[in-house]
């Protein structure tokens, strides 16, 4: 069965600093997208970033970044220079080929002034 | 470009009565269409997918059912709704292995 594992429930970051949330996932396919998407308090669903497994490269957009290491199923974000308007929850996300995607638990992320 | 629109936004119901949820898209052809249920405070739990008018796949037994009579149309429904049903309902769509989009959500209240 594919599994999207979150193990850090909370979150919590100074402002301007740097934070990783960590995913790892579960599958047998060899060809395979994964997202994360963040959720602030008016719960829509914003996707932050996507990474195609056959990318070796990591995806960048703005100051987030993913950590995909293909080999330990693992797909972390990195949130560089963080704002205010970064606190939310925050979803990892999988989807390989059929039209189910599997999300994790999600991690809430507090951003401190 | 692709829009999804969901409605209501907040919906209080008592027990007993019926549901009708309904999501639309527009800008896209033969999205693949989902409801989700989402817990306070917790992940997203997948009801209902489709990948096409009147094919509804089901995840999970339970007091609800989906139906999809239009290409870009999804209803979320219920005959008698039970308290457990309370919750944020969010539909999406997606093309194959692309990214989901989201509508609002609509959160419902039973009393």
């Known amino acids: 069965a594919q599994t999207v594992t979150q193990s850090q429930p909370e979150m919590s970051v100074q402002e301007a600093e740097t934070v990783t949330l960590s995913c790892t996932y579960d599958?047998?396919?060899?060809?395979?997208?994964l997202f994360w998407y963040k959720q602030p308090p008016s719960r829509q669903m914003i996707l932050v970033i996507r990474?195609?497994?056959?990318?070796?490269q990591n995806a960048t957009e703005n100051r987030f970044s993913v950590n995909f290491q293909k080999a330990a199923k693992s797909f972390s974000l990195k949130i560089s220079d963080s704002q205010l308007g970064d606190a939310a929850m925050y979803f990892c996300?999988?989807?390989?080929?059929?039209?189910?995607?599997?999300f994790g638990t999600g991690t809430r992320l507090k951003v401190l002034a | 470009s692709q829009t999804i629109h969901q409605w209501p936004a907040t919906l209080v119901q008592p027990v007993g009565s019926p549901l009708s949820l309904e999501c639309t898209v527009e800008g896209t052809s033969n999205p693949n269409l989902y409801w989700y249920r989402q817990a306070a405070g917790r992940g997203l739990q997948l009801l209902f997918y489709?990948?096409?008018?009147?094919?509804i796949s089901s995840e999970v037994p339970q007091n609800l059912s989906a139906s999809r009579p239009q290409d870009r149309q999804f209803i979320l429904s219920s005959k008698k709704l039970l308290l457990s049903d309370s919750g944020f309902y969010l539909c999406?769509?997606?093309?194959?292995?692309?990214?989901?989009?989201f509508g609002d959500g609509t959160r419902l209240s039973i009393l």
């Open positions: 489709s990948v096409g008018i009147g094919q």
């Open positions: 996300s999988f989807g390989a080929g059929t039209y189910k995607y599997i």
């Open positions: 990474q195609e497994a056959y990318k070796q």
């Open positions: 999406a769509w997606s093309v194959l292995n692309q990214p989901q989009h």
């Open positions: 599958t047998s396919e060899s060809d395979y997208y």
